[in-house]
T-cell receptor, first 115, second 115 residues
Framework: AQSVAQPEDQVNVAEGNPLTVKCTYS??????LFWYVQYPNRGLQFLLK??????LVKGSYGFEAEFNKSQTSFHLKKPSALVSDSALYFC?????????????FGKGTLLTVNP | NAGVTQTPKFQVLKTGQSMTLQCAQD?????MSWYRQDPGMGLRLIHY???????DQGEVPNGYNVSRSTTEDFPLRLLSAAPSQTSVYFC??????????????FGPGTRLTVT
């Protein structure tokens, strides 16, 4: 069975500092990995994905994520945090092969960027 | 292009009442799914469909029914609402194409309270 762990329920950073939101996964075979963001009282918005190729993936709003196969991790990063980045972030995984279309989500990490 | 739409946005039910949450997409996506979001639980898959006439159970299907008579619509039915079904419900859709990463697009959500 596939699974995602987001070990931190909350992450607090100061505006202008770099941020990291951690994600590790378990899946059979090669993974497709995703990050989504949810602002208060809104649906989930896609940020970025890893399918294949470069381990560093760039996405929306200046976010990037680094895929590490040996550590089964896909941490979300941003060099300089903004107050407007404060939101709930979800990591998700599905296997790349076969007919399993189901995404499995982590429990989410609440990012707070302090002015 | 409206994307994924959900109605209603808010609903209050009494225990034992029934209702249908509506979901529609105009992107000709084959794959559609329903999730519920509860604090600290992330998103959990209720039911999903890989095309018109085909549905299957997800992680937490009990108490919910679905059908998929058209590509566009994927309603979720609560036959006899229970307080444990108080949650925020999200519908999502994606392409189901060979080689696709199945990135999912989410609707704005329905906030359901069962008293």
């Amino acid at each position: 069975a596939q699974s995602v762990a987001q070990p931190e329920d909350q992450v607090n950073v100061a505006e202008g500092n770099p941020l990291t939101v951690k994600c590790t996964y378990s899946v059979s075979g090669n993974p497709y990995l995703f990050w989504y963001v949810q602002y208060p009282n809104r649906g989930l918005q896609f940020l970025l994905k890893y399918i294949t190729g470069d381990n560093l993936v760039k996405g929306s709003y200046g976010f990037e994520a680094e895929f590490n196969k040996s550590q089964t991790s896909f941490h979300l990063k941003k060099p300089s945090a903004l107050v407007s980045d404060s939101a709930l972030y979800f990591c998700a995984v599905r296997p790349s092969g076969g007919s399993n279309y189901k995404l499995t989500f982590g429990k989410g990490t609440l990012l707070t960027v302090n002015p | 292009n409206a994307g994924v739409t959900q109605t209603p946005k808010f609903q209050v039910l009494k225990t034992g009442q029934s209702m249908t949450l509506q979901c529609a997409q105009d992107m000709n996506h084959e794959y559609m799914s329903w999730y519920r979001q509860d604090p600290g639980m992330g998103l959990r898959l209720i039911h999903y469909s890989v095309g018109a006439g085909i549905t299957d159970q997800g992680e937490v299907p009990n108490g919910y029914n679905v059908s998929r008579s058209t590509t566009e619509d994927f309603p979720l039915r609560l036959l006899s609402a229970a307080p444990s079904q108080t949650s925020v419900y999200f519908c999502a859709s994606s392409y189901r194409t060979s080689g696709s990463s199945y990135e999912q697009y989410f609707g704005p959500g329905t906030r359901l309270t069962v008293t």
